[in-house]
């Protein structure tokens, strides 16, 4: 047992060794903020579509999904179905759009710059509004991917709670600090083609040693048939109209992640957008299959279920049973992967808001370069501090968190953005009254229960984010000439 443990640390050792590397590489090609924030949009497809995906699906994938589908079953496939649709119309509707746009308005290099340049703004308001959303949702989001880190490194090692959390925060701090956007990018590159692996690898011989998919089903119809009804939860009960909107409303926080938009303004021109939706695509079903098909599997495997927070261990169950302790290693790697590739880029993003939404907006305009680009690996370093401290309880309620910060950037800045983009009527006082609307309404319907409440946060707080920034636009002035000349430039540009 303790030469299995000996061999799985080497591949976790390897590994984070490879991520720190690449971090090195990228150090030597950051040169200014451009390439610290964005890396100086010049991403290509793969990198592109990878690091998208891989940013946005953290360690739920590998434990929160699979732990879903094996208490729930085919429940877990509304989920599902609704982020594939999301991740669709966002690639569909939002990237080769924002690419285009966000260089037309000033190179924007973050989200609040964005919708300042867009509108005009030139009272900072929105851009400060939309800074602080940011860093509230992140340090949240960002602290819930450290506990996730540090809860597998101790049932992986047996470290203590506290010093796992440590040494994951430390490994993702450094290349993040390091290489900036261009380390966090071509580091979920390789972490989400390790968590595809893993994905595809585990429930497949989890099925293979049932003796095909037919045992897999019958085992589970032996415990729980209800578990085989995707319109009824695991006691049998048909779901109402609240839930399945709830669990497809999922997909409707894409639209609004700071992390996801940033690849679409990184990639190099519009044109690669198409063939990078495919290769996004492709890889968000695959992961998304495997997800669910390691929960269904560990129906059949495990012999003695597991219970309550006890199913989001049902992939690291099936690696160990099932994988020598080399190729266990590089899949529970892949938990780590998930975990880090999401955490690096929402330090990265809320860093950019500091720097350049706070720091070089309202404090140093005519800051250098060299100037900018440190100030932006300070504002890491300060933020995985202030992460780790939230991140020291291990009884923190992982999933919760994320499910709270997804919902709120998508209600805050989904419908604004998809309006920015698509409407030429919007205003500046409809962006504000949209973001802040979104936002409030997620903290809010959070707090409260019952009833029509138990709607997930996400749903209400988008449609309202979107009536408010449509009818605040509608009941003030319209945009000056000079705001839509350049939604116009953008439409003709192309961007469609």
């Known amino acids: 047992m303790q030469a299995d443990q000996a061999l799985i640390a080497l591949t976790f050792v390897v590994y984070i060794a490879t991520m720190l590397a690449i971090g090195a590489v990228a150090w030597r090609r950051t040169r200014n903020l451009a390439d610290y924030i964005l890396g100086g949009r010049t991403l290509g497809r793969w990198v592109t579509a990878i690091s998208a995906g891989a940013s946005d699906m953290s360690g739920w994938l590998l434990l929160g999904l699979p732990g879903y589908a094996y208490a729930a079953g085919f429940e877990a496939g509304w989920i599902a179905l609704g982020l594939l649709i999301g991740t669709w119309l ?65 049932a992986v090692f047996d470290l203590p709670y506290q010093w796992a959390v440590a040494v994951g925060a430390l490994t993702i701090l450094v290349y993040t600090f390091l290489g900036g956007f261009l380390a966090v990018s071509w580091t979920d590159l390789f972490q989400g083609l390790l968590m595809a692996l893993a994905l595809l690898l585990v429930p497949v011989l989890a099925i293979l040693a049932l003796g095909g998919a037919g045992a897999t089903l019958d085992g589970m119809r032996t415990i729980n048939p209800a578990l085989l009804d995707p319109f009824s939860d695991a006691q049998g009960k048909v779901l109402s109209v609240l839930a399945v909107a ?9 639209f609004g992640q700071p992390h996801i938009l940033a690849r679409f303004a990184a990639i190099r021109t519009p044109g690669k957008v198409p063939a990078a939706r495919r290769i996004a695509m492709s890889w968000v079903t695959l992961c998304m299959g495997g997800a669910l098909l390691t929960g269904f599997a560990g129906v059949g495997f495990l012999t003695e279920p597991l219970h309550g927070p006890d199913t989001e261990k049902v992939f690291i169950m099936l690696v160990n049973a099932l994988l020598h302790p080399v190729v266990a290693g590089m899949c529970l790697a892949g938990i780590l992967a998930a975990i880090m590739s999401t955490a690096d880029s929402q330090l990265l993003v809320s860093a950019s808001a500091l720097t350049e939404d706070f720091y070089k907006a309202l404090l140093r305009r005519d800051a250098s370069e060299s100037e900018l ?44 953005l998809l309006l920015a983009l698509f409407w030429r009527r919007m205003n500046r006082y409809g962006a504000l009254a949209g973001i802040v609307t979104g936002g409030l309404t997620v903290v809010i319907w959070e707090q409260l229960a019952s009833g029509l409440f138990d709607l997930y946060e996400l749903v209400p707080g988008f449609a309202l984010s979107l009536l408010a920034g449509t009818l605040v636009s509608l009941a003030t002035p319209p945009p000056p000439d000079t705001v839509t000349a350049q939604f116009d430039e953008a439409i003709d540009a192309g961007t469609t």
Do not use: M
């Not at 509004?129 to 509230?136: C, E, H, Y």
């Not at 504002?379 to 919902?407: E, F, G, I, S, Y």
């Open 90 to 154: 966002n690639w569909r509707l939002v990237a080769a759009r924002l690419r285009r746009y966000s260089e037309l308005a000033g190179d924007s290099l973050t989200l609040p710059e964005f919708f300042e340049q867009r509108f005009h703004d030139t009272s900072h308001v929105l851009r400060v509004v939309s800074a602080l959303f940011i860093l509230l949702f992140f340090l949240f989001y960002t602290s819930s991917g450290l506990v996730a880190g540090g809860k597998l490194f101790n």
């Open 246 to 254: 709830s669990l497809l409303g999922w997909g409707l926080g894409y």
């Open 373 to 416: 680009v440190w100030i932006g690996r300070g504002a890491v370093l300060a933020l995985a501090v202030v992460a780790l401290a939230l991140a020291w309880d291990p009884d923190r309620k992982v999933l919760d968190l994320v499910a709270w910060a997804w919902a709120g950037f998508g209600a805050a800045f989904g419908p604004t």
